[in-house]
Each structure stands twice: as structure tokens, then as C-alpha cells.
């Protein structure tokens, strides 16, 4: 078995290109996971999500309890065999789906009691269930339980929130079964306020994790806030052990983030996008449901490899788009996954050959710059 650790292989400014040695391989960082909430990557093969250079997915707690269950998945060998996917696997402990339900649950120091979104049936969630849950479906990263903060919050309420988490997180740590090249993430939370964060960090470091991530962001503060948030909460983490960022996120997000020194993000943006014909690409998005592209016989985005760019033209992604052909949402969903998984190597070269301050400048005039200019439609 592999020890799990964190190797530092260049850093330029913040920016940290690394690599994470783990029980199902090895992840290069900084590193982007596709969200597999309910044990797939919507509209893609595990195949195909492995082609695009991913190299770890991420699967949700909260949804794989409910549906298939937890213990149903262990008898069928675990996640990994049941998703057919080889490489490591992060799952969520289910706090942030928690918060969303709040219509529908009830905290209390022991944990939460909800009821299912999908039939209305109770259940219970507490520190202990959820390393039992995440323990079960043979997660090669787990994290620890807690409460997403919302945003806004006063700082009262921020600071009852973050430290009952990190009580939560003690509890994670001591429910945690320790198996060599599996790994618990602590959550630092304390929403935007900075002593908070300095206190979380203080006790997540106590608690000698293996990885920590930060929480509580991109929950409608705005990318701004975000940035300055991270200014000073990801120096307070250990540098010798990887950070991560939950649930982020646009492009310029993951660029900033990475300048800031975080080293994995994950998001349903690239997938949930691909499916409503919005297509990111290095001038921009493209939507694809507009007009301009029903007579352009070029590719979505010249610089991409995905079998989108490599063998059809927008006029057909724009068919199949108007047409609500599922070949439309498998196209755009597999062109926006290597779209993120080419930026983020994208960074990882420039960090390792000191051109980070370069790369960033170029992507934002390529953004800026927008799309490439529209062919002369012909009337029907």
C-alpha cells in the first residue's frame, strides 16, 4: 500500500504544483475532481471522465446513503468497484446538503435529522455515521462532518457554527478508521471573518489531519469576497499538507484560487452547463442554444481535443441542442470536463516553470478577447 502524504514539487508566489500519493494512485495538483454526486459523472462514462486527464472524482454522502445506501454499496464491493472507477474518490460528508435542506431538517449538537428529498423518510446524521457512511462506500478521501455556514452571517452566528464543526471534527477524527493511503480532510469554516478562520485553523491543525479544506465559501458572498477571504485564511493552513476548495467553481475562480495556493477544487459547473448547451472554452462561454452557430461549420474551440472540437461543428452541437438530442448534453458535458482538466495542467506547467504571473495575464485576454467572430447566417 501507498502511504498517503503530500509531496510540494514547485511553487510560484502561492501557487503550489504538487502531487498527493494515495491507496488508488496518484493525483497531480493543483487538481479539479468532476462531481459524481450520485456515484456518476452525469452524461459521461467513467472512460471518457479518465481521457479528459481527470485523475479523482468526487461522490456525495448524503445522496449515495439515501440512494443506493451505503451498506448496499459495501456488498457490492465498494464505490469504486460499483462506479467502475479505479483512481481515488473524495466524498463530501453531506453538511453542505444538509444546509440546503433547511426546510426539511432539524440541528442539534449530536448531529442533524432530516427528511429525504426523494420519499420523505427520516434519517440521522451525526459525525460518527457519516466516517461510518463514507468508511462503508470505500472513499479514498473523507471529510469530516459539518455545518456549511451560510452566507450572509453575523459573526455570532458564524462563530456558534464554526465551532461546533470543529467540535464535529475531533469526532470525525476519533470515529475515522485509519487505513494506510486513505485520508480525513478537516473543514475550516468561520464564513468571511478572519479571527474565525485563525481559530478553526487553530484547532483543525490540533487535530493533525492529513488534508484540510477550506469551507463556507462560494455560497453567494461573490468571487471577490471569495478572493479576499482566501487572502488570508489558506496561509493559516499547514503548507505540508494539501488544501482544498469546496465546491468552486468558474474558470477565473479556479485561477485565482490556485494563485492564492489551494490545490484541489470540485464543482458542477463544467457538467451542469455541458447540460443546459453552455460551453466553456478558452475566449469564454459559448452558448450554444444561440442562432449565430446554426450555419458555422468550425469547431466549438480550436484549441481543444474533446471529441466535440475534434469531430463536429458548432452547427451540429447547436443541432442537437435545438433539437434536445442527449448527444448535445454528452458532447458539451465531455468538452467542458477537458476544457477544466486542460486549464488546470495548464497551471501545473506554468507553476513548475516559474510563469505563472504569464500564464494568468494570457488567460484573462483570452477571456476578455471573447468569441471568435460570427459567420454570415443564411436566411431559411
Request: a neutral charge; charged letters at 25%; aromatic letters at 8%.
Amino acid at each position: 500500500m501507498t502511504e498517503f502524504r503530500y509531496e510540494l514539487l514547485a511553487k510560484d508566489g502561492k501557487a503550489r504544483r504538487g502531487r498527493i500519493h494515495t491507496a488508488h494512485g496518484t493525483i497531480e495538483t493543483p487538481a479539479f475532481m468532476p462531481v459524481g454526486t450520485a456515484a456518476t459523472v452525469k452524461g459521461m462514462m467513467p472512460e471518457s471522465v479518465a481521457a479528459t486527464g481527470a485523475q479523482i472524482l468526487l461522490g456525495n454522502t448524503y445522496h449515495l446513503m439515501l440512494r443506493p445506501g451505503a451498506e448496499r454499496i459495501a456488498r457490492l464491493g465498494g464505490l469504486h468497484k460499483f462506479m467502475n472507477w479505479d483512481k481515488p474518490i473524495l466524498t463530501d460528508s453531506g453538511g453542505y446538503q444538509v444546509m440546503s435542506l433547511s426546510s426539511l431538517r432539524k440541528i442539534t449538537e449530536e448531529g442533524v435529522t432530516f427528511k429525504s428529498h426523494i420519499d420523505g423518510r427520516k434519517f440521522s446524521l451525526s459525525p460518527e455515521r457519516s466516517m461510518e457512511i463514507q468508511h462503508l462506500l470505500g472513499s479514498t478521501i473523507t471529510m469530516a462532518f459539518d455545518e456549511c455556514t451560510p452566507f450572509p452571517a453575523t459573526e455570532d452566528v458564524a462563530a456558534e457554527s464554526m465551532r461546533m464543526s470543529m467540535r464535529w471534527a475531533k469526532r470525525s477524527r476519533d470515529a475515522f478508521v485509519n487505513r494506510e493511503g486513505y485520508a480525513l480532510y478537516g473543514i475550516q469554516q468561520g464564513s468571511v471573518f478572519e479571527n474565525l478562520r485563525r481559530e478553526s485553523s487553530e484547532k483543525l491543525t490540533e487535530l493533525d489531519l492529513p488534508g484540510h479544506s477550506v469551507g463556507g465559501l462560494a455560497v453567494g458572498e461573490g468571487q471577490q469576497v471569495m478572493f479576499d477571504t482566501l487572502d488570508f485564511c489558506v496561509d493559516m493552513l499547514p503548507a505540508n499538507k494539501p488544501r482544498y476548495l469546496m465546491g468552486v467553481g468558474k474558470p477565473s475562480d479556479l485561477v485565482g484560487a490556485v494563485m492564492r495556493g489551494i490545490d484541489q477544487f470540485d464543482c458542477v459547473l463544467p457538467t451542469r452547463s455541458g447540460r443546459n448547451a453552455q460551453a466553456f472554452t478558452h475566449r469564454g462561454t459559448v452558448n450554444l442554444k444561440n442562432g449565430r452557430h446554426r450555419d458555422d461549420d468550425r469547431p466549438l474551440d480550436d484549441t481543444c481535443s474533446c471529441p466535440a472540437c475534434s469531430h463536429y461543428s458548432r452547427a451540429y452541437l447547436h443541432h442537437l441542442i435545438k433539437a434536445n438530442e442527449i448527444l448535445g448534453a454528452m458532447l458539451l458535458t465531455w468538452h467542458n470536463l477537458q476544457y477544466y482538466q486542460d486549464l488546470m495542467r495548464g497551471m501545473r506547467d506554468a507553476i513548475a516553470e516559474g510563469r505563472m504571473d504569464a500564464f494568468v495575464k494570457q488567460f484573462y485576454a483570452d477571456q476578455e478577447g471573447g468569441d471568435i467572430d460570427p459567420v454570415p447566417m443564411i436566411a431559411d
